[in-house]
């Protein structure tokens, strides 16, 4: 008996991977994605250059842009647009995709506890997002950052870094990307899962009390509104709890490996030439505006696409 109680939930999962799985997530993740990140480009290449030089980009975000395009030019602003648009476009799939299809797994695994298995869950699908992501975050970052980059092609920057180094290298900075993008994805999602049924229960609640079928028709409308708050909390939650991620993946794909220093290392570097504490949080006011605006953007189309796929919105369900 004890033999079948324990195996009892491991059945309850391998059955909720089976019912899960549904390229639709995997699809609309996809295009928020790809779609969020490329239009917000100029923002992100603002933003990484306030950390690669503070030095010379020390007067706000808006003194940066203005010194970027007369230094330049404006085309300057859309580098990197390749990397970004296919990196974050797999990243996305995968990331969404999976934290779906690991939601109901973790929640047979875990029964009664629904934030354990969201947070399960999404730090399940940031690892897997990061190791997918890293060659393209890397191309990027060099694009923007290194002089002998400027102006390249993702097909151009990727065979260029494994020359100069080799694969393994596309990927030596995969800890710094878990330590941004774990936090991130469990910021993100997890926050957004939680307002968004808060949300609906709330209006469900209004709907129950009042009797109205107005209200169930209002709450149907208002869908958007409770995607678009729900989002501006995640895109907080995210950003404050990846920043020093962001800074010490920015650091470590500056030159390269970072001279080789090492994870530990470009931590160390960090804290001893940027301030202490503060310097993780390096370029924040140019993040939060960039974070806010791709994460508001990036929940509201993945949830529109959902629903056009045939999948309920967020938490009304």
């Known amino acids: 008996h004890l033999l079948v109680n324990a195996s ?46 503070p030095e010379v980009y020390d007067k706000g975000m808006t ?18 647009l390749g990397p970004t648009v296919v990196g974050y476009g797999i990243e996305g799939a995968m990331k969404f995709g999976v934290y779906e ?16 298995a969201y ?14 992501l890293c060659p393209m975050e890397s191309a990027r970052i060099r694009v923007v950052t290194d002089p002998e980059y400027k102006g390249m092609g993702l097909l151009q920057t990727l065979p260029k870094l494994v020359q100069e180094d080799s694969v393994m290298s596309l990927f030596s900075g995969i800890y710094a990307m878990l330590s941004k993008q774990v936090p991130y994805t469990m910021g993100k999602q997890v926050s ?25 028709i209002k709450a149907e409308d208002l869908k958007w509104l ?20 962001d800074m010490i993946l920015t650091e470590t794909y500056k030159q ?9 290392g470009v931590i160390q570097k960090i804290y001893d030439n940027k301030g202490g504490i503060s310097g ?28 056009m796929l045939g999948l309920p919105a967020t938490g009304s369900h």
Do not use: W
């Open 256 to 264: 390269g490996t970072s001279k080789g220093i090492g994870f530990v």
């Open 119 to 132: 947070i399960l869950a999404s730090i399940f699908a940031g690892a897997v997002a990061s190791i997918l």
């Open 280 to 307: 993780f949080f390096t370029g924040t006011g140019a993040r939060i505006v960039h974070v806010s605006s791709i994460i508001t953007s990036q929940l509201v189309i993945y949830d529109v696409v959902k629903q």
């Open 226 to 245: 409770v995607s678009v708050v729900s989002a501006f909390v995640a895109s907080i939650f995210a950003c404050i709890s990846s920043q020093p991620g």
């Open 8 to 53: 009892a939930p491991a059945a309850a999962a391998a059955n909720a991977v089976k019912s899960s799985i549904d390229y639709r997530y995997f699809l609309a993740g996809g295009v928020c994605a790809a779609t969020s990140h490329g239009i917000t480009t100029p923002i992100d290449v603002v933003k990484t250059k306030m950390q690669a030089q």
């Open 192 to 216: 957004f899962d939680i307002v968004a049924t808060f949300l609906y229960s709330i209006l469900s609640k209004q709907s129950g009390e009042t009797g109205m079928m107005v209200t169930m």
């Open 63 to 80: 003194a940066a842009t203005l010194s970027i395009l007369k230094t330049d030019g404006p085309s300057a602003l859309l580098g990197g």
């Open 101 to 116: 299809v690991m939601k109901p797994i973790m929640a047979h695994l875990f029964q009664g506890n629904t934030a354990v």
